[in-house]
């Protein structure tokens, strides 16, 4: 027995480093594996369970591997606006929002989260691209803009329809008089706590397609707020292995898969990180070709596809209609939450239409599967 | 009936001239949540080595290998509805297909189940 693929198989010479919480893994059960640089539990008591437990629950999950940077100083939005198609400067303190580090040619470099802090903005990027992202920024940012690698802090997620009430019961105070409750964030809302005397900076965000927050905290901090969700009735440690089938079944695209320098936001259907005003203005990386996409299409679309059968296709698999290629599998594997197989695909755009039957090749077997809307499970955000 | 084991993690329970073959307690664990099984044709011929089957999990699919030559005599039907015995009997109800050896000397090559503890100890 061998294994065929693995997600997450980036391979690297270099030894994994350790996490903050590197310990506390393994003390729990983890099984560590290799992603993205560092030692990384993908998975505790068993994916199926952990991904249903985030479901029904809340899910704990480490995320300090992703890298938190800070830009700051006089015309910090404008300049950031110069590599990212956001509308920066709408951004209000207290939001955040989901945007793209483009290339010239419009090509993904990665996607991230930017947070109006008020003082700076907060952004946090996957942890495989972050040395590179931080490159390219320092090479674009004029010089007077400041960038921080808050490389000493942890990221936690806490996920599902039980996270509010288990972080709620911890007892946080907002670090500003004027600052929200945290049971007045909204999704896409963040601020700053303080818990046990300890600084939190925490969004209504994350990647599963619950309810749920994101915690940044400092590496010392990190292990006693890990116990103390833990120590919630609703609250297990999630590994890897849950957070990809969770970001996969809410259709969400992941980095590095779904996502590369060869594909553009319009092709990938993130085309709403495209601001409006930026639509009509340009004026960042990548904004001719991206701009003509938007006007005239691309030719190939992102889209979601259910199997039939239990056999999963995964990232690689051929996609054909009759005789003929129309496109590939960039993430794939089973649903827990479906009880079957669901994919990600780029194919051509004619065929990207809801309900167009297509074959998935794997393995020499031709798969059929039909194309189905994302996300595959509705989103529950608390709006 | 004796017992043997490759350092794939198959295991071959073999009488007469048939062997049951299925993944070990070991791999099923490392695999994790077993979703789907792939199975050979029954009547195959097969060569010792051969990547005759697929256990898919949530996480990976992975290849298993028949230990040994010959033909598949039957592939275990109850995994199509219940892929999930191979994680909870993967040595027992669990097991994958069966083979008629060709060539039973070839089984002098793999591990009995000491050696195979022995072997996943090291691991």
């Known amino acids: 027995m061998s294994e065929i693929d693995t997600p997450g198989d980036e391979e690297t010479a270099i030894e994994p480093q350790l996490l903050p919480l590197d310990p506390w893994h393994r003390t729990r059960g983890g099984r560590m594996v290799e992603f993205a640089g560092y030692w990384m539990p993908v998975q505790f008591e068993g994916i199926i369970a952990e991904h249903l437990w985030t479901r029904e629950s809340a899910g704990l999950f480490d995320v300090s591997h992703m890298g938190q940077l800070e830009v700051s100083g006089e015309g910090a939005a404008a300049a950031l606006e110069t590599l990212l198609p956001g509308d920066i400067s709408a951004l209000k303190p207290g939001r955040l929002r989901y945007s793209l580090l483009l290339d010239e040619n419009g090509g993904i470099l990665d996607d991230l989260m930017v947070t109006n802090r008020g003082d700076a903005f907060y952004i946090v990027v996957n942890g495989a691209t972050k040395w590179d992202d931080i490159a390219h920024l320092r090479e674009f940012l004029p010089d007077a803009i400041t960038l921080n690698h808050l490389d000493e802090h942890g990221l936690l997620a806490l996920q599902g329809p039980k996270a509010a009430s288990a972080l709620g019961r911890l007892g946080l105070t907002p670090a500003s008089p004027d600052g929200p409750g945290l049971d007045e964030l909204k999704f896409m809302q963040a601020a700053k706590f303080e818990w046990q005397g300890r600084p939190l900076a925490i969004s209504r965000s994350g990647y599963t397609g619950e309810d749920g927050f994101e915690i940044s905290v400092r590496g010392e901090d990190i292990e006693a707020l890990a116990d103390a969700l833990c120590d919630q009735p609703e609250v297990k440690p999630i590994g890897l ?34 601001s409006k005003r930026r639509r009509a203005e340009g004026g960042f990386l990548g904004a001719e070709r991206i701009l003509a996409q938007l006007e005239g299409g691309t030719a190939t679309a992102r889209v979601g596809l259910a199997l039939e ?17 129309v496109g590939v599998v960039t993430s794939g594997g089973f649903s827990p939450t479906l009880q079957r197989p669901i ?3 780029y194919v051509e755009r004619p065929l990207g239409a809801e309900g167009t039957a297509l074959e998935l090749e794997m393995r020499g077997k031709r798969l059929p599967a039909s194309v189905v809307a994302m996300p595959f499970v509705p989103h529950r955000y608390h709006r | 009936m004796t017992r043997y084991f490759t350092q794939e993690h198959e295991w071959i329970e073999v009488e007469g001239d ?11 664990g490392q695999l994790g949540d077993i979703t789907f099984v ?36 039957e592939a275990n039907a109850a995994l199509a509805d219940a892929p999930e015995l191979v994680n909870t009997d ?18 002098s090559a793999l591990m009995d189940e000491a050696a195979y503890k022995t072997y996943v100890e090291s691991l």
Do not use: C, N
């Open chain 1, 241 to 274: 292995g849950a957070r990809d089938s969770l970001r996969l079944e809410a259709g969400l695209p992941l980095y590095g898969h779904d996502l590369s320098p060869e594909i553009d936001p319009v092709s990938a259907g993130l085309s709403f990180a495209v």
């Open chain 1, 309 to 325: 059968g239990r056999m999963a296709a995964r990232e690689g698999a051929t996609v054909w209609s009759g005789d003929r290629q």
């Open chain 1, 343 to 345: 994919a990600m695909a």
């Open chain 2, 18 to 28: 048939t062997g049951t073959v299925g993944i070990t307690d070991y791999a099923q």
């Open chain 2, 90 to 107: 993967a040595e027992t109800s669990g097991w994958l297909f069966r083979v008629t050896l060709s060539d039973p000397s070839e089984l």
């Open chain 2, 38 to 73: 792939e199975l050979p044709g029954e009547g195959s011929a097969v060569a010792k080595g051969d990547s005759v089957s697929v256990v898919d999990s949530v996480k990976a699919a992975s290849d298993v290998y028949t230990p040994v030559s010959g033909t598949i005599a």
